[in-house]
């Protein structure tokens, strides 16, 4: 069957691993990327680039606002393409209030191409009218959601989605495994953008509370990178690491002990998956996670790690503590978390449930 998807994120390769294996199962996928992003920390553009076997699938089309994932449009006459590309079934990750959503849903559905869209989103924050009006309509039409949490599938069906709803998180990549760095002190990892809302200063002031030696070290780049690095900790300074590719960041979490995910909820946002302890438990390192959000749902499905009531600073220290004494229970909780890991989060288990959405959509 054909498939056309049209997604952001993969302009991104490692985020088109997902449709290579459609394609490695037979289905005929056709790829529509932005033909340039934009970082929020880099001023460089970002190209697209196909993964090995997905080079004539990709279709890079131009886009205005670049970069803004809720409202870049593309420049194309999407019904064109659709009638081109016959599609027999479309999927469009991205949030059902996005404007490509709409923009490529009512292509679709003038052209009677059923059509499904992501949720990532798990909190109901204020949204403009039409805003509203344009989420309503993605999903009245849409065919179905791939939720990327419980809490995202239950919120879009309280916004009216009408087709069907199934969790279809996204992948870990499956980096090798790299050996861990030599002798070092108790180490405690951050791997993701350096912003208030993931609560460094938390972990700041819960890693002062331990004893020397231990080191701190975010991996990653943002606002706060001039307040946190250099910073002092019991017989080091914070480190930060930038510019490392996604292939590369095997090679980072292997210079961690644990990975910790302090994240705060604000008004606005709170944790939507927390990525990063996958990735982390794939590479045999347990995570200390705040009960913002998904932290919990994800920790608890993998059981590879140990969370903590948001904001407590207290409790964080203590988390980290139990670890740094407890060799073993680290040992015994990265085990656990890269099984559960390989059964439910590698590239062929995370496409299962949206190839079934893909079929069940294009058969009915």
Known sequence: MRVLVVSHPAVVDVNQEVYRELQRRSWDVKLVVPSHWRH????????????????????????????????????????????????????????????AAA???GALRRHGVPFGVQCYENIDRPLPRAVRWLRSRVLRDASFV????????????????RG????????????????????????????????????????????????????LLLI?????????????????AV???????????????????????????????????GRVIIEAL???VPVVGSDSGEIPWVIGLTGGGLTFPEGDIEALAARLRE??????????LAAAGRAAVERRFTVPAATDPLERLLRDAARR
């Open 103 to 105: 923009q490529w849903g």
């Open 282 to 284: 794939w590479c045999g």
């Open 323 to 332: 670890l740094r004494e407890a060799p073993e229970l680290r040992r015994s």
């Open 220 to 236: 990653g780049n943002g606002e706060l990178r001039g307040a946190l690095e250099g910073q002092p900790v019991p017989g080091s």
């Open 146 to 161: 791939a939720a990327r949490s419980q809490s995202a599938a239950d919120l879009v069906r309280g916004w009216g989605a």
């Open 40 to 99: 929020e920390y880099s001023e460089s553009r970002v190209e697209p680039r196909a993964l090995p076997g997905l080079e004539q699938a990709l279709m890079p089309l131009g886009v205005a606002q670049a970069g803004r994932a809720q409202r870049h449009v593309y420049l194309a006459r999407c019904g064109a393409i659709c009638a081109r590309l016959r599609p027999d079934v479309a999927f469009l990750e991205a949030e059902p209030y996005a404007l």
């Open 164 to 215: 069907e709803v199934e969790i279809a998180p996204p992948p870990v990549p499956g980096w090798p495994q790299a050996p861990p760095h030599g002798r070092r002190p108790f180490t405690i990892g951050y791997a993701g953008r350096l912003i208030e809302s993931k609560g460094l200063t938390d972990l700041l002031a819960a890693v002062r509370r331990l004893q020397a030696p231990v080191e």
């Open 239 to 273: 480190r930060v690491l930038d510019g490392y590719s996604h292939d590369q960041m095997a090679d980072a979490y292997a210079q961690v002990d644990v990975i910790a995910l302090p994240s705060r909820t604000t008004p606005t946002w709170k944790e939507q998956f």
